[in-house]
């Protein structure tokens, strides 16, 4: 699908919204929400091609998963500020919800969104389990074959 993992990053900066986000902001999406970027310059989740975010766009491209079917957002930016998840949940109406992680999942139960499923951070995922398949990605997977058949 992308050739490399620079390449699958450039795809999914195109359409920036307002919402501190990057993909595409398309009602009926998958909102992916992480938790803080490590990038202090563009604040966005998994936009590195380095570290967890490498690994995760590699994941994603080996399931062949497209971008256009994804809007990404952390929950928190770099100043420590949580994001309107709940007002961006509003206005793009995404077909699931997703957390990566425990900061996510606080910051979405905090705006009074429970409706979501939660997996582990990749980060953790890469660390401590990186022999066994990612429970994210084959989820997302699904996910996306509902979503086009």
């Keep these: 699908m992308y050739k490399?993992?620079?390449e699958r990053v450039k795809h999914r900066l195109s359409p920036i919204s307002s919402f501190d986000g990057i993909g595409f902001f398309i009602s009926g999406n998958v909102l992916i929400i992480g938790e803080q970027s490590g990038?202090?310059?563009?604040?966005?989740?998994?936009c590195a091609t380095t570290h967890?975010?490498?690994?995760?766009?590699?994941?994603?491209?080996?399931?062949?998963?497209?971008?256009?079917?994804?809007?990404?957002v952390n929950a928190l930016r770099v100043d420590d500020t949580p994001v309107d998840i709940s007002g961006l949940i509003v206005e793009l109406q995404p077909s699931n919800i997703i957390c990566?992680?425990?900061?996510?999942?606080?910051t979405c139960r905090a705006q009074g969104i429970n409706k979501f499923i939660?997996?582990?951070?990749?980060?953790?995922?890469?660390?401590?389990?990186?022999?066994?398949?990612?429970?994210?990605?084959?989820?997302?997977?699904?996910?996306?074959?509902?979503l086009e058949s």
């Design 118 to 146: 939660k997996f582990y951070h990749p980060q953790y995922w890469k660390r401590f389990r990186n022999k066994e398949e990612y429970p994210f990605v084959l989820e997302l997977a699904k996910m996306i074959h509902e």
């Design 52 to 72: 967890c975010s490498e690994w995760l766009n590699n994941k994603l491209n080996s399931y062949n998963i497209p971008e256009d079917r994804l809007y990404w």
């Design 39 to 46: 990038d202090k310059i563009t604040d966005r989740p998994f």
């Design 100 to 106: 990566l992680g425990n900061v996510a999942e606080r």
């Design 4 to 6: 490399s993992t620079a």
